[in-house]
């Protein structure tokens, strides 16, 4: 059976910028883990691509979905599917976190992509060997006969919440009766605009084509409309405040930082000042210009379904395991 040991507080140190945010400098690879907990249409890839600008930062996608990148991040980890991932979670994050190419990585994380809930406290956790065996595929015992558990290992908690719970409604919405998940205004309009010159495919083609969204084709957009349509505003906002209430109780001990996607459109002296806050919570020195968002990119530059190294830059020069 898989034990689960019990998690020891890490403290970390910083000196004080002048501003008040604490400054620190980079540690060693994988020193600073993370897990980003929202929801769609709350500006999370905005998020990411922000924090992918640091050279200290590898940020992922939403890891537990069925996305092009999440299926990327599991094959360059050698976990088979979805299924695999989550039938051991913990085995997942020891070789996740053992092919950390920069002093910090983390990844998004939306309500239903890991079920049932409770097995998101497993992301918190590792596979261990106790007793010098070698780690089963499914917990338990070793082979030679010591047994795994699952070791907590300390990993930080970011909270991005839309507090505009209407907007994130009417956003969400649109984009599941259109199947335009354009991330941006830009994004959105480059869409509709390929959309409108190529009449031979749905708008929906164009996104997948264009971004790697799955569940784009027509027959899911009409599924998702019905669904949409079968969600009210009372019953979303309900699910909103249940995620955002299970993210800050789970793993309780574990540090956190709650921020609103308010915090990141509103004005670039805002963002500027809430991504330097997050990069001393990631215990990282802040850059020149924490809100570039204009270097974001509004598609892939590569092709996300065929080209076996798109969207994993960054783990180029990297093993993907580290024992």
Known sequence: MLQVRRWQKMVTHSEEGGDGVAVARPGAKGSVRFA?????????????GLLNLHPNVTCRWEAFSNSFTATKMR???????????????????????????????????????????DKVAQIFTVTARHG????????????????????????????????DIAGEFNSW?????????GTSPEAQTRVTTAAAKDGTKPMAFHKSHNTGCKGCDPDSVAKNQAFAN?????????QHKAWFRF????????PLL????????????????????????LELPPLSENCN??????????NIETDPNCSMEKFGNTSALHE
């Open 132 to 163: 010098g065996g070698v780690s089963g595929a499914e917990g338990g015992a070793g082979t030679d006969g010591s047994d795994v558990v699952a070791s907590p290992v300390p990993v930080k908690r970011l909270l991005l919440e839309r507090a």
């Open 247 to 254: 993210a800050r109780d789970v793993a309780p001990d574990t």
């Open 258 to 281: 709650h921020i609103y996607s308010e915090n990141l459109t509103s004005s670039m002296l805002v963002c500027n000042h809430t991504m330097a806050r997050v990069y001393a919570f």
């Open 293 to 302: 968002i204009s270097s974001l990119q509004l598609e892939w530059p590569c």
């Open 75 to 117: 094959g360059f980890l050698g976990i088979a599917n979805r299924s695999e991932q989550l039938a051991n979670v913990p085995e997942y994050m020891r070789r996740f976190w053992g092919a950390c190419p920069t002093s910090a990585c983390g990844f998004k994380l939306f309500n239903s992509q890991v079920r049932p809930q």
């Open 230 to 238: 079968a969600i009210g505003p009372a019953r979303f906002a309900f």
């Open 36 to 48: 980003i907990f929202s929801r769609q249409r709350s500006a999370s890839t905005t998020f990411v």
């Open 173 to 181: 919405r649109r984009a599941q009766s259109s199947g335009n998940w």
